[in-house]
C-alpha cells in the first residue's frame, strides 16, 4: 500500500470529510477507531446532562435562572425532634399495652381481679377481696386503687384501711413476683334478682419507665333472696270521702338480715293519709311502728312472728278515674356527720279505681272488703252496706249484686230476701226490700246473703279459678252507670290441695305391713304402717308441710319413705313431719309412708287407743298468696282403713 497523506482538523466532526482521503495506512486507522470511540463518549455525556436539566415532562430547563431554597432552622428542627419522641414513646406505650395488656389476665404480668359470693342476700355481709400481683422482672411503683361501688353498696371495713374516701387505696411499690390483697367488708340492698357490678381501676409505674399504665377489673354479685315476706290487703277502688284501709303483713325469715325498715306512701294530692297516729305504737311483744313524717313509718325489732301495718286513707276529690299509690320499703343508713341514706330493697304499686256517688254502697265477703282466698267447697257470706250520703231523697232504687264465676253453687244460694236471681245477678228492688222505695238523706241498710262454691271441679287451666263479685244500683228505672257501682272483690280460688291417710296393719295385697299383737294389748308393742298420699293439680304450692303431734304411748317406728321432701321425728316438738316445701303442678301426686309403735300401758287397757290426732296440711298457694290449711279427721286403733284388721280396736 502506498503512502497517503492524511490530515484531519482538531475538531472536525465531519466523517465525509474524512472518507475523501485518500487511503488511510494503519496507523490512521487506529487514530480514527479512537475518534469515533471519543465522539460516542461525548454524545452519552451530553444525553445525560440533558436529562438532569430537564423538568417533569422532559423540556429542558432555563440553568440561568435559579431558585434557591431555604435551609431548615433551629425551631423547625427542634420542634421536629419533639414530634419524633412523641410518636416514639406512643409507639412504646402502644407496645406495652399490646404485649401487657392484651394478654390473658393470667399471663399478664401485672393483674387485678375479684373474689367474691356470685349471690348473697339483700342486707348480708360479705367480702370484695380484691387481689393485685406483679409477675414482672421489675418493681412497680406509685400504685393507686380506686374503687366504684355498686350504688347501693353499704361499705362496712377494709383492710387495710382506705388512704381516702373508703374507695381509694396508696402504695408506694410491689416488688417483682409479689401480690397483695384489699380486703373490703360491706352488704348490698337492694331487691331480689339485681345485678351488682363493682369496679376497680389499678394506676402504676413500672421501674425505670416513666409513663403510667392502668389496670382494670370488674364483678358482678346478684341478690337472691330478700328474707322478708310481704303480703298486702287492700281493695282496687275506693269510694270518694270514704275510709279505705291497706294491710300490710310482713314476716321475717329464718335468714334475715333486715332486721328495720322504713315505709313510705307515696300518693297524690287528693289522697289523704287518715289517723297515722293510730299506728304509732309498738310493745316488746309486736315490731316498734314509729311515725317518720307524713306518709312514712319506721319498723323495727321484727321478731320470728308474722306482723302487719294498718294504713288509712280516704281519697277527697275525684281529679282522674284512678290514683296510684306507690309503697317503698327501704334500710335506712347513717353515717357519722351524714344525712341517712336510704336503700330502697321492695316496692308495691297500689291502684284504686275512684268511685263517686250519692249512694256510697259497699260489699264485704267474709267479713272482709278485701280480696282474699277461698277453697272449693267453702261457702261466702256477701253483706251489700248502702247509705245515701247525699242531701235529696232516692226513689225506687234498684241493688243488683254481679257474681262472676262458674264455680258457685247457685242450688245453695241462701237469701232471706228472696232476690230475683238472672244469669250471675241477684237483684233486689222495693218489692223485695221495701226500704228501698225510699232512702232519705243519710239513711242506710245492709243486704245479707250466702252462696257455697262447688266442693270440686275438673281441672281446666284454660279457665280462672276466682269469683268475681261487684254490685250496682239504679234509681228510678235509670240505668246503672259506672259511678253507680261498689267496691270489687276478687276471691280467687287456692288449689285442689288434698291429703289422703291411711292406718294399715295389712296392705292392699294382704300383706302384713304391721307387726306385733292385733288388737293392741297392754305392755306389747304393735307397730302399724302409715300411708300419706298428696294430689294437687292447679297451682304451685309453697312452704308445704304435713305434720301431727305424737300422742302418749304412740312413739316413731322408722322404715320412712317419701317421693319428695322427707319424713322425719321432730324430737323437740314430739311431732311427725312430712317437709315438702316447693310443690310445683308438675307434681301433681306425691306419697309417703313410715311406721308407728303403739306401746299400751295399763292406762289404755279397754279403750280405743287415738293414734294420728288430726293431721294437719299447711301451704301457701302461688297463685292467691292465700295460706292453705286443713285438719284431717283423727284415726284410732280401730284401724279405719284397714278391712283385714278391722275390728273394735279395744286395747286388751
Known amino acids: 500500500m502506498k503512502n497517503h ?9 465531519s466523517l ?23 465522539e460516542a463518549k461525548e454524545e452519552e455525556i451530553k444525553n445525560s446532562l440533558a436529562r438532569i436539566y430537564q423538568d417533569d415532562e422532559g423540556n429542558k430547563v432555563d440553568i440561568k435562572t435559579l431558585t434557591v431554597k431555604r435551609k431548615r432552622g433551629f425551631f423547625f428542627n427542634l420542634f421536629t ?29 401485672v393483674s387485678i381481679s375479684f373474689e367474691a359470693d356470685q349471690e348473697v342476700a339483700s ?20 400504685i393507686e386503687i380506686k374503687v366504684k361501688y355498686p350504688d347501693n353498696f353499704i361499705f362496712l371495713e377494709s383492710s387495710p384501711a382506705p388512704s381516702k374516701n373508703n374507695d381509694t387505696w396508696e402504695r408506694a411499690g410491689l416488688d417483682s413476683h409479689r401480690s397483695d390483697l384489699i380486703k373490703i367488708k360491706g352488704k348490698l340492698v337492694g331487691p331480689i334478682g339485681a345485678n351488682e357490678i363493682i369496679l376497680a381501676d389499678m394506676i402504676y409505674k413500672p421501674e425505670n419507665f416513666s409513663s403510667e399504665f392502668k389496670k382494670s377489673a370488674t364483678f358482678e354479685t346478684k341478690i337472691n333472696d330478700l328474707g322478708l315476706d310481704f303480703s298486702f290487703i287492700n281493695s282496687d277502688s275506693a269510694l270518694i270521702n ?103 330493697f321492695y316496692e308495691k304499686d297500689l291502684n284504686y279505681e275512684i268511685i263517686k256517688s250519692d249512694l256510697n254502697i259497699n260489699i264485704i265477703i267474709n267479713g272482709s272488703p278485701f280480696d282474699q282466698g277461698v277453697n272449693f267447697g267453702q261457702t261466702l257470706n256477701y253483706s251489700i252496706n248502702y247509705a245515701n250520703k247525699g242531701e235529696t231523697l232516692m226513689n225506687n232504687v234498684l ?47 245492709v243486704i245479707d246473703f250466702s252462696i257455697g262454691l262447688k266442693a270440686q271441679a275438673a281441672i281446666d287451666l284454660s279457665k280462672i279459678y276466682q269469683v268475681k263479685s261487684y254490685v250496682k244500683y239504679s234509681i228510678s228505672g235509670k240505668s246503672a252507670g259506672s259511678e253507680n257501682q261498689s267496691n270489687t272483690i276478687i276471691n280467687k280460688i287456692n288449689s285442689d290441695l288434698n291429703l289422703v291417710e291411711q292406718l294399715r296393719y ?19 308393742t304393735t307397730s302399724l304402717k302409715v300411708y300419706w298420699t298428696i294430689n294437687n293439680n292447679l297451682h304451685e304450692l309453697n312452704d308445704l308441710r304435713i305434720s301431727f303431734n305424737l300422742p302418749a304411748n304412740i312413739i316413731w317406728g322408722g322404715k320412712n319413705r317419701s317421693s319428695v321432701g322427707e319424713v322425719s321425728l321432730d324430737s323437740a316438738n314430739n311431732q311427725i313431719v312430712w317437709q315438702i316445701g316447693r310443690l310445683p303442678v308438675t307434681v301433681y301426686k306425691a306419697d309417703a309412708e313410715f311406721n308407728l309403735d303403739l306401746m299400751p300401758t295399763e292406762a289404755d287397757r279397754n279403750t280405743i287407743m287415738i293414734i294420728l290426732p288430726g293431721t294437719n296440711i299447711s301451704a301457701t298457694d302461688s297463685e ?10 283423727a284415726k284410732t286403733s280401730k284401724l279405719e282403713d284397714d278391712n283385714i284388721a278391722g275390728g273394735d280396736g279395744v286395747v286388751q
Open 5 to 13: 497523506e492524511i490530515k484531519i482538523k482538531q475538531g472536525s466532526s
Open 16 to 38: 465525509s470529510e474524512f472518507v475523501k482521503k485518500p487511503l488511510p495506512n494503519d496507523e490512521e486507522v487506529e487514530a480514527f477507531d479512537k475518534y469515533v470511540v471519543n
Open 81 to 109: 425532634f419533639i414530634i419524633v419522641v412523641f410518636v416514639l414513646g406512643g409507639a412504646a406505650y402502644a407496645a406495652y399495652n399490646y404485649i401487657y395488656l392484651k394478654m390473658d389476665t393470667a399471663k399478664q404480668p
Open 123 to 142: 342486707g348480708e355481709e360479705f367480702f370484695y377481696m380484691l387481689n393485685y400481683k406483679n409477675e414482672d422482672k421489675v418493681a412497680i411503683n406509685n
Open 242 to 344: 270514704e275510709e279505705n284501709e291497706i294491710i300490710i303483713k310482713f314476716k321475717a325469715r329464718d335468714q334475715n338480715y333486715i332486721n328495720s325498715f322504713r315505709v313510705t306512701l307515696d300518693r297524690p294530692d287528693e289522697v289523704e293519709i287518715i289517723n297515722q297516729s293510730a299506728a304509732a305504737t309498738g310493745t316488746p311483744a309486736v315490731p316498734s311502728i314509729k311515725v317518720d313524717g307524713q306518709g312514712a313509718w319506721l319498723i323495727s325489732n321484727l321478731g320470728k312472728n308474722e306482723n302487719e301495718l294498718s294504713i288509712k286513707f280516704k281519697v277527697k276529690e275525684k281529679k282522674q278515674p284512678s290514683v296510684n299509690l306507690n309503697l317503698k320499703f327501704e334500710l335506712p343508713w347513717e353515717v357519722k356527720d351524714q344525712p341517712v341514706k336510704y336503700y330502697l
Open 399 to 445: 241493688i243488683m249484686a254481679v257474681l262472676e264465676s262458674g264455680f258457685l253453687d247457685w242450688p245453695a244460694l241462701i237469701d232471706k230476701n228472696n232476690g230475683t236471681v238472672r244469669g250471675n245477678t241477684i237483684s233486689w228492688s222495693k218489692q223485695e226490700i221495701p226500704a228501698l222505695d225510699e232512702i232519705n238523706s243519710g239513711a242506710e241498710g
Open 506 to 524: 295389712f296392705s292392699d295385697d294382704n300383706l302384713a305391713v304391721g307387726s306385733g299383737p292385733l288388737p293392741p294389748k297392754v305392755g306389747q
Open 624 to 633: 292467691t298468696g292465700m295460706p292453705i290449711n286443713k285438719t284431717l279427721k
